[in-house]
């Protein structure tokens, strides 16, 4: 039950860190306090509907609300230090998500589920779809140096929230679109003569590894 509850946070948390933190969120909530607190509450909101009819109980509640303002002194960490070079890198980009993920475990340990509205197994699946998308997206973009301005690749995207679903349901599609997947970004890097830890087939790959050692019916 404590999985299945860290993966309805892992879900709260890449809905209100991903799917609607747009442009604007994401170049200024680093230096401007309003915008950084409009992020945090999209966080709170992003939790407390999609652990509802739970977040209605009052030690449920505390707890978001507890991790919420975790969430908001990670963030401040960053807006604090927002010029220094080490907190601009891969590197704490990856130690800012371990940090929030640890917190999202943590209070999984006191949380108590009860009747959420989402399926905790498709609660799961969507995580690690959303996880493929955007984390590993983001990763990829800043080990490749920040080299261009970062734009949304939409049919990355499709490719790699597509593998948990479809590994759900059979593993041998699994195996075949993921060669298909696979193949389809070689040919649009040989069209495109892009050859760097930028193009799809490095975030593809290891989306696929992710989803393989994750979803299991």
Do not use: C
Not at 86 to 98: A, E, G, P, R
Not at 128 to 134: E, P
């Amino acid at each position: 039950m404590i999985e299945n509850i860290f993966f309805t946070f892992l879900l709260s948390h890449l809905v209100g860190d991903y799917v609607f933190q747009t442009s604007y969120i994401a170049k200024y909530k680093n230096s401007k306090v309003p915008v950084l607190l409009l992020h945090i509450f999209i966080i709170f909101i992003s939790m407390f509907i999609l652990l509802l009819p739970s977040s209605l109980n009052l030690k449920n509640l505390s707890i978001i609300l507890f991790l919420t303002l975790i969430h908001f002194s990670i963030d401040s960490l960053k807006f604090k230090n927002r010029a220094k070079k080490s907190f601009n890198s891969h590197t704490y980009y990856i130690l800012d998500q371990v940090m929030h993920f640890s917190s999202l475990m943590l209070v999984s340990l006191f949380y108590n589920p009860q009747n959420l509205f989402i399926s905790l197994q498709y609660t799961k699946i969507i995580s690690i779809a959303l996880f493929n998308a955007y984390f590993i997206s983001l990763l990829f973009y800043m080990i490749d140096g920040f080299k261009k301005p970062y734009k949304r690749d939409y049919l990355g995207y499709i490719f790699r929230m597509a593998l948990p679903f479809i590994k759900y349901y059979n593993n041998i599609l699994f195996l075949i679109f993921s060669f298909i997947f696979i193949m389809f970004s070689i040919l649009l890097m040989i069209k495109k003569e892009e050859i760097n830890t930028r193009s799809e087939l490095g975030p593809l790959s290891l989306s696929i590894i992710i989803t393989y050692l994750t979803i299991w019916r």
